[in-house]
């Protein structure tokens, strides 16, 4: 069975097909976009497509333009799994398969994709958490900086200063360092 | 507050959206909006038929296919307001456009042009051996695919056999015409617009000239949320009235142009999103909003032609896909009045042949050229 991935997102595309590795006898092919004529020499007999990809309409229209394409494609509709598109339009991710494929086998195709597709959104929540960690982190002690030049306090008693504007504000103690920073640019003239 | 998921595709048409939530008219409303930018019509379709977005900008004749289960499972989707008319044009390579100018000048100096220029190149390619023309629509059940397809076959090309029809994604027509790879689209704003300025592209008829008051988005979703959320459907729709007032007015052209322009939204460039909101593009002014029947009942009369539709098929879920006794409920609160009639004997096309919506499978099985499957 021949499987076309096609996402605009290479790491994510790289992630589906890594997954697909292990199911049938597969033939894994990824492309960021649709090409025609790449379609009809792999003659794929499913394409896996990101959602946020803005080739769904084409591979939507190549069911009415019959005549002109080598094989004909259907979007995924298998009745005999309830909720199975349903639940990957909501992962992010369709499928179209080409006529005549046993529904059976579309199935685990598609949950390895669903699966792939959290996975990624995932570890791009975990990075971009680990960023913003990282960039409060240095605002935290540009603004400890600030306070101890300011206010001739140490380092920990700037510390313990933030944190306690921090709890008296309810905010983040990240947040409350950045308008620091911006009230100190204020008085210093900046931006005015 | 009701919160509500709502999808647009970056397009200059999207704007009572846009407007809508950025002027804060939703919230006026009560209605706390997110919106989300989706990259194919396709994945709006799929979204609103499983509830992952509770109502979008949409293709009209999109909507009324998926109610009739044409080209995927049957999800009944309403229309209760018509985003804009007009908009989409239909754009030629600059070598095109010079090979219909020489092969039938006078053809192409009338106006509204006709596709006669276009059906004398197509058979001087035919004699002397050359590949098929390429020409590119959005989404087979679309305004563009019928308006192009009409047009072509009224100066007597066969869009099916005369010519090879492929679906494009809206942001690359320009490139795509630019390369070689098709030699004319039919897009929606501002992306003609956007081939002219780069100058791989010369417009050859706008939507207004094709068909003055004609149809083009609605704002759609399904029947079943629809009923289930019917408050929350007539704040969205009053807001989305509001905004296409707003979007309308001249004093507010530029403010407008900036917002869609923004990378968020539509992001081209402010001048390309200005070209068709002057003298195009209506969302508000001639009862625009209003989710004429006669409209629907004229994209089922292509989608039969075409053969996308059984001819005898029984039409009538498609017509009652447009809603005007919602859009009626909406603006009767806003103090706005709306035409008292469902639907209308329709202003002429270009060719001067007026849509009257009561002989809907006359008029499909009238023209001599179409696909219809009996």
């Known amino acids: ?192 | 507050m009701s919160a509500l998921n709502l999808g647009f595709i970056p397009l200059t048409d999207c704007a009572p959206l846009i407007v809508a939530q950025a002027k804060g008219l939703f919230a006026d409303e009560g209605l706390d909006v997110a919106l989300s930018r989706e990259a194919s019509w396709a994945t709006i379709r799929d979204k609103v038929a499983v509830g992952a977005l509770d109502g979008a900008h949409m293709l009209a004749p999109m909507a009324i296919a998926a109610t009739l289960g044409a080209g995927g499972d049957p999800v009944a989707m309403v229309a209760p307001l018509a985003l804009n008319r007009n908009g989409s044009a239909i754009t030629v390579s600059v070598a095109l456009a010079q090979a219909m100018r020489q092969a039938d000048p006078t053809a192409m100096a009338e106006g509204p042009v006709t596709a006669r220029a276009l059906a004398k190149v197509i058979a001087r390619r035919r004699a002397g051996g050359a590949p098929l023309l390429t020409f590119a629509v959005v989404f087979p059940y679309s305004i563009h695919n019928y308006a192009l397809r009409y047009w072509m076959a009224q100066g007597g090309v066969d869009p099916d056999r005369d010519i090879r029809l492929v679906v494009i994604p809206p942001p690359r027509m320009a490139e795509q015409l630019a390369a070689g790879v098709i030699d004319g689209f039919c897009v929606g704003a501002p992306w003609n617009a956007v081939a002219v300025s780069e100058g791989v592209g010369e417009l050859l008829i706008r939507a207004s000239d094709f068909w003055r008051g004609g149809p083009d988005k609605v704002f759609g979703m399904t029947r079943s949320w629809a009923d289930a959320n019917p408050d929350a459907l007539q704040s969205a729709l009053r807001a989305l009235i509001a905004a296409a007032a707003w979007a309308d007015a001249p004093a507010n052209r530029d403010e407008l142009v900036t917002l869609l322009a923004r990378p968020e939204y539509v992001g081209v460039a402010p001048e390309a999103i200005a070209w068709a909101l002057t003298d195009e593009i209506v969302f508000h002014a001639g009862d625009a909003g209003f989710p004429w029947r006669s409209h629907a009942a004229w994209f089922l009369s292509q989608m039969v032609r075409w053969g996308q539709v059984d001819a005898a098929a029984d039409l009538t879920p498609g017509v009652e896909v447009y809603r005007p006794d919602l859009f009626r409920k909406a603006a009767a609160s806003l103090g706005i009045a709306a035409p008292e009639t469902d639907s209308r004997v329709e202003e002429a096309l270009f060719d001067g042949v007026a849509f009257n919506p009561a002989g809907l499978r006359a008029y499909a099985r009238g023209f001599p050229i179409g696909r219809l499957r009996a």
């Open chain 1, 1 to 192: 069975m021949r499987v076309l991935v096609i996402d605009p997102d290479p790491a994510r595309a790289a992630l589906v097909a890594e997954g697909l590795d292990g199911v049938d006898p597969l033939e894994v092919r990824q492309a960021p976009v649709f090409d025609a004529v790449e379609l009809a020499a792999f003659a794929p007999d499913i394409i896996v497509v990101a959602c946020d990809s803005a080739d769904r309409d084409t591979l939507e229209s190549l069911r009415e333009a019959g005549e002109a394409n080598p094989r004909p494609v259907v979007m995924f509709a298998d009745r005999s799994a309830p909720g199975l598109a349903e639940q990957a339009i909501r992962a992010g991710v369709a499928a179209y398969v080409v006529d005549g494929l046993a529904p059976g086998r579309v199935r685990p195709i598609l949950e390895v994709a669903m699966t792939r597709f959290s996975l990624m959104q995932q570890l791009r929540g975990d990075l971009a958490k680990a960023k913003a960690n990282l960039e409060s982190r240095k605002v935290v002690d540009r603004a400890k900086g600030l306070l101890m030049k300011e206010r001739g306090l140490d380092e920990d008693a700037a510390y313990r200063l933030l944190r306690k504007l921090a709890m008296d504000k309810g905010r983040p103690i990240g947040a409350v360092a950045a308008d620091l920073l911006a009230f100190a640019g204020v008085l210093k003239g900046d931006g005015a």
